[in-house]
T-cell receptor, first 113, second 111 residues
Framework: GDSVTQMEGPVTLSEEAFLTINCTYT??????LFWYVQYPGEGLQLLLK?????DKGSNKGFEATYRKETTSFHLEKGSVQVSDSAVYFC????????????FGSGTQLTVLP | NAGVTQTPKFQVLKTGQSMTLQCAQD?????MYWYRQDPGMGLRLIYY???????DKGEVPNGYNVSRLNKREFSLRLESAAPSQTSVYFC??????????FGPGTRLLVL
């Protein structure tokens, strides 16, 4: 079945540091890929998405590129802020799957001032 | 626009008690979903409703039932709560089935 593997956390960085959170997936066909973010005490919000190979999703300074050859969708940000502290989830939807999201286990990010 | 709302925010139950978690969306979305979130396991789909009048099982449906009351509302029922159902429950909705919009969650503790 489909699966998403994320880098284990927690991740602690200083403000303005470079962020990478690794995500790889297993799925048949050509899934759409997502990063969701969960701030403390809140529900999940879509951060960015990519629907086909080599697409780059971007939002709020975060980027991720859909790499079919390595089945990866790593999240990056050049300079993190304290306000980026949250849990980040990688997810996929496979076409024909009744649009069910498959999530990774989440990566807790803490940014220190 | 409230988006997706959930009630209650927090609930404590004793083993064997029943309860219904309520979810409503005001975005006129066709699809609605119930997930549970457990530490280290991400979110897992319990049930979903692709459109009004239809419901289907997700990855972890045992111990739950759902009702798609109308296009706006999708409830999740625990008939006989068990400690293994202690979790945070999220409702979500979607129009295209791609981007899903999540509610703030219900934290459930079963003693």
């Amino acid at each position: 079945g489909d699966s998403v593997t994320q880098m284990e956390g927690p991740v602690t960085l200083s403000e303005e540091a470079f962020l990478t959170i690794n995500c790889t997936y297993t799925a048949t066909g050509y899934p759409s890929l997502f990063w969701y973010v969960q701030y403390p005490g809140e529900g999940l919000q879509l951060l960015l998405k990519a629907t086909k190979a080599d697409d780059k999703g971007s939002n709020k300074g975060f980027e991720a590129t859909y790499r079919k050859e390595t089945t990866s969708f790593h999240l990056e940000k050049g300079s993190v802020q304290v306000s980026d502290s949250a849990v980040y989830f990688c997810a996929l939807i496979r076409s024909g799957s009744a649009r069910q999201l498959t999530f990774g286990s989440g990566t807790q990010l803490t940014v220190l001032p | 626009n409230a988006g997706v709302t959930q009630t209650p925010k927090f609930q404590v139950l004793k083993t064997g008690q029943s309860m219904t978690l309520q979810c409503a969306q005001d975005m006129n979305h066709n699809s609605m979903y119930w997930y549970r979130q457990d530490p280290g396991m991400g979110l897992r789909l319990i049930y979903y409703s692709a459109s009004e009048g239809t419901t289907d099982k997700g990855e972890v449906p045992n111990g739950y039932n759902v009702s798609r009351l109308n296009k706006r509302e999708f409830s999740l029922r625990l008939e006989s709560a068990a400690p293994s159902q202690t979790s945070v429950y999220f409702c979500a909705s979607s129009d295209t089935g791609e981007t899903q919009y999540f509610g703030p969650g219900t934290r459930l503790l079963v003693l």
